[in-house]
T-cell receptor
Framework: DGGITQSPKYLFRKEGQNVTLSCEQN?????MYWYRQDPGQGLRLIYY???????QKGDIAEGYSVSREKKESFPLTVTSAQKNPTAFYLC????????????FGSGTRLTVV | DAKTTQPPSMDCAEGRAANLPCNHS???????VYWYRQIHSQGPQYIIH???NNETNEMASLIITEDRKSSTLILPHATLRDTAVYYC????????????????FGTGTRLQVTL
């Protein structure tokens, strides 16, 4: 079945370390997105990519980096520059044109210890 | 993208219809209304979307007012598994811009379905 896979589901990181969250999709979608969600809050856009080798900053890109070397993959690196990285991270994908909605992964919960 | 306003929470008895309102008074002519829901600690799930006509699928119905300034998501027979946060979002369709457009999530409506 097609879908989006995020791994790992839970991740613990020591303060000051970089960590990379994986997002893979087999839906043949052009566009991919990363969102962050804090407790009781809505989703905030970190980065998005419309095609391979291209990506744009979202609303809260500081302290994060991404790459899009393959259509299927859009990894997110949480750097040590991110001052409050503990959150629930969600990856999504969509086709670029048309009106179809997003497909979301099941998320990665990152905790900085 | 236009801003949306939703009540923070609602209750519904199991088996009854759940009617979730959304105001989007600044919606533009090329913006669609989308509904997603998020069950605790999971990724959001797409429910339905529409432009100006009422829409229905196996999950829900979407009623959009004639002036398009508000809409209502209807879950016809709510079950306990429908307990979730429901997000109403307006978004320009990709074919107007030629590119993927972002979804901007608010805080949504927390629907609690009870016995």
């Amino acid at each position: 079945d097609g879908g989006i896979t995020q791994s790992p589901k839970y991740l613990f990181r020591k303060e000051g370390q970089n960590v990379t969250l994986s997002c893979e999709q087999n839906l043949n979608h052009d566009a991919m997105y990363w969102y962050r969600q804090d407790p009781g809050q809505g989703l905030r856009l970190i980065y998005y990519s419309q095609i391979v080798n291209d990506f744009q900053k979202g609303d809260i890109a500081e302290g994060y980096s991404v790459s899009r070397e393959k259509k299927e993959s859009f990894p997110l690196t949480v750097t040590s520059a991110q001052k409050n990285p503990t959150a629930f991270y969600l990856c999504a994908s969509s086709i670029s044109q048309g009106t179809s909605g997003y497909t979301f992964g099941s998320g990665t919960r990152l905790t900085v210890v | 993208d236009a801003k949306t306003t939703q009540p923070p929470s609602m209750d519904c008895a199991e088996g009854r219809a759940a009617n979730l309102p959304c105001n989007h008074s600044t919606i533009s002519g090329n913006e669609y209304v989308y509904w997603y829901r998020q069950i605790h600690s999971q990724g959001p799930q797409y429910i339905i979307h529409g432009l100006k006509n009422n829409e229905t699928n196996e999950m829900a119905s979407l009623i959009i007012t004639e002036d398009r300034k508000s809409s209502t998501l209807i879950l016809p027979h709510a079950t306990l598994r429908d307990t979730a946060v429901y997000y109403c979002i307006v978004r320009v369709a990709g074919w107007y811009t030629g590119t993927a457009s972002k979804l901007t999530f608010g805080t949504g409506t927390r629907l609690q379905v009870t016995l």
